[in-house]
């Protein structure tokens, strides 16, 4: 699930939390939940089997303040390895923080971005 630009909060697990992301893979709510609690937000996870019986999990800080596109476009959030968490870093695109959230690494390995030489 992309970033959302509305924030939401919700009561998870008996917990008032905003809202991270919902209907989420296990996978990337362990990304999310270890990105975030490394970044010192506590961090609370529902994961539950939805009709189908597919793993579904709700992500969510119980900081009530906090929005994760505000947090992600002002790269105010920080890798393990102190890099600075791009948007296509939080949506796991790449591995490799760029600073320009607009540039993507495929388009500096073809020459197509303007702002790398």
């Given at each position: 699930m992309p970033l959302q630009a509305k924030h939401i909060v919700e009561e998870i697990n008996g917990t008032r939390c905003t809202v991270i992301e919902k209907?989420?893979?296990?996978?990337?709510?362990?990304f999310?939940?270890?990105l975030l609690t490394f970044n010192g937000f506590v961090v609370i996870t529902d994961c539950q089997l939805d009709a189908e019986g597919v793993e579904k999990c709700t992500v969510g800080v119980t900081d009530l303040v906090f929005n994760?596109?505000?947090a992600v476009y002002e790269m105010s959030l920080k890798t393990?390895?102190?890099?600075?968490?791009?948007?296509?870093?939080?949506?796991?695109?790449e591995t490799k923080v760029i600073d320009q959230y607009w540039v993507t690494q495929k388009e500096i390995d073809e020459g197509k971005s303007p702002w790398h030489f």
């Open positions: 209907g989420t893979t296990p996978q990337r709510c362990d999310l939940k270890n994760p596109v505000i393990p390895d102190g890099q600075l968490v791009s948007p296509a870093y939080w949506d796991q695109k």
